[in-house]
Structures are given as C-alpha cells and as structure tokens.
C-alpha cells in the first residue's frame, strides 16, 4: 500500500535529526549524539598501542643492564617490564575489540535509522526522486563505509599518542634519531596525501555505476514475467551485462588505486626504517650510543611501521566514509511532496465522505462508490482522493468529511484512509505477519478478509498455511494469487475509507464475481471507492461514476434513480 506521508508514530524517536549539510557535517554528528564507545576506542586504543611502543626500548635497556654485568637484577626487572607490558596490552586488545564494534554498531545503527526514517518520510515519492539501486546501496555499502570509519578511530589515536612517545623517547637517548623519527614518520604519512584524491574519485565513479547496476537489477527482476512474455529477456539481460562491466572497470580502477596506497603504506615507512637503522648502527660504531639503544631503536623504528599502516588504513577508510556519508546525506537532503500542517483540523468519527472540487467524484459516506475513468489516470484519481495536492499543483484539496486533505494530520489520515492499487507488495517475513502488519487482528478477523479476497485457498496451498514465509516481493505466488492477498491486507486493515485501484484485474471472472459480492457485503456501512470498469462491481455499487478524458464526470445515483 502506498504512502507518501511521513507518520511520526513510526519514526525513532530517539534519534535526533542529523546533520546533513554534508558529509564530515554528519561523521561529526554521529560522533556528538554519542561519543562514548569513540572515547573508549580511543582510550583503550591508546593502551593496547603504547606497550607495543614500550617494548623495544625495554629490550634495550634490558640488554644494556647484562652487558654491565652488575648482576641479574636489573635484568629481571626490565624482563618483568616487558612481560607486565604484553598482559597490559592483550587486556587492552580485548577491551579495544569490543568498543571498536560498539563504536562502528553505532555508526552501523543510527546511519540505517535515520535512513529508515527519511524512506518513511518520502514514502512513494521517494521513486521520483532518486534511484532505487540509489536506495539499496546507501543501505548496504555506504552505511557499512560509514562503520569501517568509526571502527578504525580507536587504533588510529593510539597509534599517534604511540608514534609520539616513541619520537620523544628517542629524541632523550639521541637527538639526531629522534629527529630523524621526528622527520620521516610524518613525511611518511604525508608522502600518501597525493593518492587520497584520486581514491576518492574512483570510488565515487564505482559507487555511481553500483547504483545504475542494482536499479536496473531489480528492474529486471521485478518485470521478469513480463519481459519473457514480450521476448525481451535476451536483451535487458545484455543491458545489464553492460552495465555490469562498466562497474568491473570502475572497480578495477578503484582497486589499482587502492593497491598503491596500500604500497605506499609499507615502501614509505620501510624506507623511513631502513634509514633510522643505518644512522643507528653508524652512531653505535662510532659510540654514542650503546648496543642496547641500537636494538631499541631498531624495534622501535619497525614498531613505527604500524602507525604509518594505521594512518594509511584510516586516511583510505576515512576518504571511503566520506563518500559514503555524502551519499547519506543526499537522500537525507530529499523533502516529502507533502508536509504535515502546522495546525491540523480532527476529522468527524464514523466514516467520512470523499469529494474532489476538481473532478467531481463524490463518494457518499458509507456507501460503495465504482469510478470509471481512463485506464492512464486511475492512479492519478485514486492519489487525489487518499493523499494532499502537491504544493503549487494548482488543484484544489479533497475534502474528507467537509476537511480538507492537507489540513489533516498524517497520522490520523493513515490510520482513516487507505488505498491500495496494482502497485502494491508483499513484503518478507510469515504470510501472517504480512497480512495482519497489527497484531490487534483477532484471527476470525483474518479469516474474513481472506474470505472476502476469495484468497482461503491461496493459503490452504501453502506448506504451513499462514506461518509459511513469503519470499521477496511475492514471487512465488501468481498474479491473482497475489492481487487476492494484497486484497485481503487491505481488508484486514478495516480503515473508514478504503480506496481500491482494479483490485480484481488479475483474476479470472468466476473468481472476480464472488470478490465483489463479498467485499460489498464486508464494507457495508464504511465509505469504499473502486476505481474499475468492470460490470461486476458496478452490478453491486450503491453509486457510479463515469470519468471522461476531459475531466468531466456523469453519474447516477442508483439509491435515488435519477442523475446526480
């Protein structure tokens, strides 16, 4: 069923409105509604890196304490050091693995909520405004993107507090090492700057055609009855072949960018620790310093090889969730057609009555009202009686029950008037679940729903009847088979207005005759509006209208026996 109102009642409340100015705009918004598990990461990212860092100065004044031969104490107590250092950073290990997860669920969790929430918002116009494949990926990658980042925080503070210990601590045995650390690790991490770019606009190309790719499968996959029944399989499926490929070139390219990073990474600081280790072996020789200090900093220049890594992944992940997060807040950025009034009016109990200033239906409250009109605006009409004219259209509003449409809170309008069309679909989950959506549906409310869509035996067929689960979009079941089920959700939902769009088009005429009679006799008493040309539902309706292209309605009222 379709909706393009945004019903709060549904939306997480707990999740503020987010930032989506831009894309560092909204990282540093979900870093401010809870930063907690980032602090933590940070924290314990810090002391899991700095005993790492310890190690091989420890090491090296370990050596240095046996090569005086002033006995075995010293060399116990630097060994102990460095053994209390591996349980202190195995303990912090532990703890950084699950604030790192906690910090990325976050990220995970909030970035799918306010997506949710702005889908729940847009509702049905959200098709007009950007691409499904558009949808999908900012559901899938681009929040993932978004995770990676908030997962790689920790380590990477607590590979920069390490890299400046261990230069600080260089620097206080030998200067010129320390300074030499001091110069190569940034020139390190500087040296990978220039391919950042790059990166990010490859992976911005990969993501677009990512997009195009997963709209058009899900086309594909959506109108595949219908694209073998026209023999046009072969060629959407050589379309996407194509597409597919343009994804696989913009991927490789993608990949060959990220390989050099990934290069850099291991050259740059490689070469940073070649050169600290020459000099040292050269100070050793020439004694100033000792062979103890020469190991230290030797272990200490390949640690640094692990920060400058960190830094890449982080400066990769980071231009990754960038892009992610600009993707985010593009959807986030879209505005509903229709927005809920400032000062909404109530609508009267009991069902309300429905007319259109405009085209002139009139659908009598209570009453059964059959609409012919052009088979190319029976999705128009039926938009124009369940939702708000779209600011600036020029139209005048619906009246329900003598209130105008946009007058009326979304809520309430969701909950009194539904509509429900060829469009429609069968979600996931049980088949019980999908047609009862509320659980306030005593099962002999279920049953006559189902009576009424003639869709008891669909159910029958299935191996565990109503706890058997529907497959995505319905696929398994036929066109009737569906068209019936989608029938009896709607009315299951027993709203006070219930506006049908060729609810029996799918089915044979045998079938057709006893929907009509029984949704007739289920709805008497509650205002429904059937848009068909079909003799069978004018034979039962209280009240017809016809619909010419011109916007011209004639109608008779059969309750009174004269036109209307």
Avoid at 93 to 122: D, M, N, P
Avoid at 238 to 251: C, I, K, L, N, Y
Avoid at 296 to 305: D, H, I, N, P, V
Avoid at 380 to 407: C, H, I, K, Q
Wanted: hydrophobic share 45%; glycine share 10%.
């Amino acid at each position: 069923m379709t909706n393009r109102l945004f019903d709060a009642s549904v939306a997480p409340a707990a999740v503020p409105e987010a930032d989506a100015r831009g894309p560092w705009a909204y990282l540093w918004w979900l870093v401010r509604i809870r930063p907690w598990p980032l602090v933590l990461s940070a924290v314990l990212g810090t002391v899991w890196m700095v005993p790492l860092a310890l190690v091989p100065l420890v090491i090296g004044r370990a050596i240095d304490e046996a090569g005086r031969g002033a006995g075995q104490g010293g060399l116990y107590l630097w060994s102990l050091t460095a053994l209390g250092l591996g349980v202190l950073q195995a303990v912090a290990g532990a703890g950084l693995i699950q604030a790192a997860v906690s910090a990325e669920a976050h990220a995970l969790s909030y970035t799918h909520r306010v997506l949710v929430r702005q889908v729940v918002r847009l509702g049905a116009t959200l098709r007009g405004k950007a691409r499904s494949g558009d949808v999908a990926a900012s559901a899938a990658a681009d929040v993932e993107s978004i995770g990676n980042a908030f997962e790689v925080v920790g380590r990477t503070i607590g590979a920069v507090f390490a890299a400046v210990l261990v230069a600080v601590a260089l620097t206080a045995t030998s200067p010129v090492l320390g300074l030499a650390v001091l110069i190569g690790v940034p020139a390190a991490v500087l040296g990978i700057g220039p391919l950042l770019r790059p990166l990010q606009e490859r992976d911005e190309a990969q993501r677009e055609h990512m997009g195009v790719a997963t709209s058009q499968a899900g086309d594909i996959v959506a109108g595949l009855r219908i694209l073998r029944g026209i023999g046009g399989e072969a060629g959407f499926a050589e379309r996407f072949r194509r597409t597919s490929q343009e994804v696989r070139r913009a991927g490789e390219s993608a990949g060959r960018m990220e390989a050099w990073l990934q290069a850099a990474g291991v050259l740059l600081p490689g070469l940073v620790t070649v050169g600290i280790v020459w000099l040292g072996a050269r100070l050793a020789l020439q004694g100033s310093i000792t062979a103890g200090e020469l190991v230290a900093f030797y272990g200490a220049s390949a640690f640094l090889t692990l920060p400058v890594s960190t830094a890449t992944e982080a400066a990769e992940t980071l231009s990754l969730a960038k892009v992610a997060a600009g993707r985010v807040c593009t959807l986030l950025r879209l505005t509903p057609a229709v927005t809920p009034p400032v000062h909404p009016q109530p609508l009267p109990p009991g069902p309300p009555a429905l007319t259109d200033p405009y085209t002139g239906v009139t659908a009598e409250a209570g009453r059964l009202t059959v609409v012919t009109a052009p088979t190319d605006r029976t999705g128009e009409l039926a938009d124009r009686l369940t939702f708000p004219p779209v600011a600036g259209d020029g139209t005048p509003a619906v009246l329900l029950g003598g209130v105008p449409l946009d007058r009326v809170d979304p809520a309430e309008l969701r909950s009194r008037v539904l509509r429900s069309g060829p469009a429609d679909a069968l979600f996931s989950g049980t088949l019980r679940e999908e047609l009862t959506g509320r659980t306030d549906r005593s099962p002999e409310e279920l049953d006559r729903a189902l009576h009424a869509a003639d869709a008891a035996d669909v159910v029958e067929a299935l191996p565990e009847g109503l706890d058997t689960r529907v497959d995505e979009g319905g696929r398994t079941f036929s066109g009737g088979q569906r068209q019936r089920l989608v029938l009896a959700r709607a009315l299951l939902a027993a709203p006070d207005v219930l506006v049908l769009e060729d609810p029996t088009s799918s089915v044979d005429a045998h079938t057709e005759a006893r929907v009509v009679e029984r949704v007739a006799a289920l709805r008497a008493g509650r205002t429904t509006v059937v848009f068909s040309d079909s003799p069978l539902w004018h034979g039962v309706a209280d009240r017809e209208i016809r619909l010419g292209a011109d916007r011209v309605p004639g109608s008779t009222d059969r309750s009174a026996g004269v036109p209307s």
